[in-house]
Each structure stands twice: as C-alpha cells, then as structure tokens.
DNA sequence: AGACGCTTGTCTACGGTGTAGACGTTACGC
DNA sequence: GCGTAACGTCTACACCGTAGACAAGCGTCT
C-alpha cells in the first residue's frame, strides 16, 4: 500500500528516466545489456527493468521476443557502414570483411544471433537492415564487371567464408587473456593423449592467435581465385 | 494415497517402453526430437515425456540442460566418419566437406547448435567428439607434410569456409520447396524496389541454388591457394 | 470546451520452463 | 541374504513469455 518507490535496490542503472519509450531506446538497452551480460540476460523483464518499464510496454516495441532479438541483430548490423566509393571492388571487400570482424568483436554475445537468426526466416522476410550489406555487396560487384548471378556466387563465397571466419575466431577467443594460456592448457591436458597428439602438441600455437592476419590471408586467397572468372570475362555463361 | 497408477492419460507415444534409460537412449531421442520438432522443442519436460519418464531422470545423463544440448551436438558430429586412407590430402578435404554439408542437411535443426555451442566453450573443455574431426584433419594435414602451425591455419581457413557456406545453404533453404518460390517472391516483392534493385532482379537465380556445386568450387578455390605453401616447400624439414 | 480516438504504459493472470532436494525403488556385488 | 549405489519420482520454487483488460495521456476535430 506503501506508494513510495523503494530506494533504487539496483546500483548499476543510473538513469531511472521516465521519458518516452521508443524503439531505439528499447533496442539500443537491449544491445548494451548482451553486451554486457549475454543473450541469456536479455529476457522482457530484466529489460523492463533497465528501463524502469513495466515488462508489458517493450510489446510496443516488438511483437513478441524474436522480433526483439531481429531488431538487435539489425542494430548491430547498422553499425557496418559500406561506402562503395573505391573503386577497386578487392580491397573493398577485403575492407569490408575487416570492418565486420572487428564488429563481431566489439559484440562477441550477438555473434549467435547474426549467424542463426537468419536460419529461421526467409530471406526476403528479414528486417531491412539485415539485406542491406547484401545489396550493396552485389552492386558492388555488378559495378565492377560480374554478371549479377556471379555476382551472387561471389558474395555467397565471400560471406561464407567471413562468417566462417568469424566464428572460428570467437570459438578461440576467451574473454579473459589472463586465464586463457592456463584454462586452455588445463583444457588440453585433459585430452587423452593417445588420441588427441596433434591438438595437444598446439598449445602454445593456439594461444597467440592473430585473427586479422588469418582473416586477410584467407580473403586474399579467397579472392585471387574468386577474380579469376573476371579475367577471362569473355563468356558470362559458364563458370561460378 | 491411492497406489493405483492413473491408466495412461498420453496417447501420443506407442512405445511406453519401461527399459532402463541410459545416455545414448537419452541422447539420440533428444536428437530424434530436435531433427522432427525443432530446437524449442527440446525442453526437459517434453524429452520426458517422450521417454514416459519423469524428466527429472533425465538429470542422471545429462547434467543440465545446455549439457544435454553439448550431447546432441556430439552425437551428431560422431555421424561423420573420417578414414585417413586416401593419401591425397586435397581430396580427402574435399571428401569431408561434402559429407560434412550433407550431415548438416541431414540435420538442420542442429546446425545452431553446432555453430553456436562451441562459442560457449573454452576449445581444451569440448566433448571429445566434438573435437576429434579437428585432431583427424590436423593429422591429415601434417601427414601430408604441412608443418604443425601451417596445418592448423590450414584447418581454420578450411573449417571456416565449411561452416560459412553450412550457414549460408541453411539460410536459403526454405522447408517446403513447393512455396518456397512463392514465399520468396513474396518477401522480394516487399522490398523497396528503390533501395533493393540488384537483390529483387535476383530472386530467380535465388531459387535455384546448387549448394554442392557451390561448395565445391569454393573448396577448390581455397585449397589450390592453401596447397601454394607446400609447393614452395623449402623450409620445410619434413619428406613428403 | 468537449468529445473522440489513438498511442502508451500498467496490471493481473496463465501455462510453460529449468532444476534443487528429499524420497522411494530397483539392481547388483558380496 | 544384505548393503550399497545407481536410478527414477515427486514436490516445490523462481523465472519465463505473453494474452487481455484497463488507465492515463495526447492531439484533433467540431
């Protein structure tokens, strides 16, 4: 019956702002919470209560938990800005895959999202800013010479590959350097040897683990053979 | 009070088998489970119930819920047999993709799981199962004379490039072929075609998509660009 | 001013979830 | 046979997503 509010139990959110909601607001609270404490922390009422919301009002905002999770995920997206003003379409690609690395690093928690949320929807049902990055990679590709269902090929080589790439980073990654020689060597030495000689004898190669490098070797190979069609660009039927 | 067993009330399952359980049992119903109903419906209580036991059992085999999730992953990467006989290591790469693609197919439903659980696991605490392909083409690898470190960059650009495309064929491909057309003409149509041009211009290429061709020549790409290191193998210490 | 309707936020309630802990019950080695 | 450990069940708790009814605020039109 008490109608005072209880002093504020929660230390960690300084702002109690009772400002109008918005969808930028809810999505952005939503980003920083996975961010900072997982997907598994990002149910409607913890963001409720980030936002000093009745759990209820976030349905506002998003139909149901899915679509809030799409929204992250095209939130995070956003944040991949592709300018195709060089013209050379390899070292744009090349940056590109090098912008979305360091994405995915600045929000290792919304990496599971990114590569699965797409596995439930339709392509053309996604948000909007999920496709973007795929039509500006295609016109980009266009605009350099491929015909657009090579251009198609090309990209699903391409983003395959940097996807791929993405998640065998953050498999290797451990948030705490500190205790990553040690727990990964704890995590080896429990292999069975007889079984396991090769992993275990990579140890301190597993350790230092440059991500970038790999990444733009693979992007280099990657692309010599992927540019090979263009060179000889005679027929535009066969190959890819 | 009263002992009497109620007369089972479930009619659905036609196998009130009262066996013992045991982990396999467990496990492969889990994955029977994921493969016809999807990952939500893999909850504790329904996994029970297809066992006609108390889901509380279920704890005897699998610690918790994300253990039981780490079995199905586990059992199903156990569905992909490795023979080192082939002495070409290209090959045999190639060979592992494609088995590896259609396991995937076999199982869409778990390829979240596959992508995702290893994220949340430091690499030396994985199920071994989950680990054994990566020992098996490591030693693939340095077998073919390709130096321990070299072998595991080799590993991650192939591996990636695997799961990359794995994820990519999985987002395209729709259950139902049938509406598959349709649906995706629809969610195309929704497009603004002003910001969208190239993507909508797609859509009957999108239809008609060859993942093993796809795969395959991604797979020569890369490994013709991964084979150049060996070719120049003069620092090498190892005979081929 | 008043009345209307739309948007926003709140409340209550329901069925579902994972799982801790105590408790029978069964199987098996001795 | 007995004792012990593994197995299965039960109850209970805290938490989850969300349907549906409702209150409060707002701008617009008359």
Redesign the pocket.
Known sequence: MEPVPPPNNQSTVPAPD?????RELVLSTALALVDSEGLE????????QE??????????????????LDGVTELVLNELAIFPQDPDWQSQLRQIAHDLRLLALRHPNVVPLLVTRPLSTPLGLRPLGTLRPLEQILSLLIDAGFEPADALHVYRAYYGFLYGHILNELQEYIVDPEENEALLRLGLHRLPPKEFPRLRALGPVLADYDGAAELDQGISILLSGLAAPLARAGTSTKPL
């Open positions: 009772k400002t109008r909601l918005s922390a990002l149910t409607m009422r913890r963001l409720g936002l000093n919301r009745d759990p209820m009002s976030l349905y506002r905002y998003a139909a149901n938990r899915a679509a809030l």
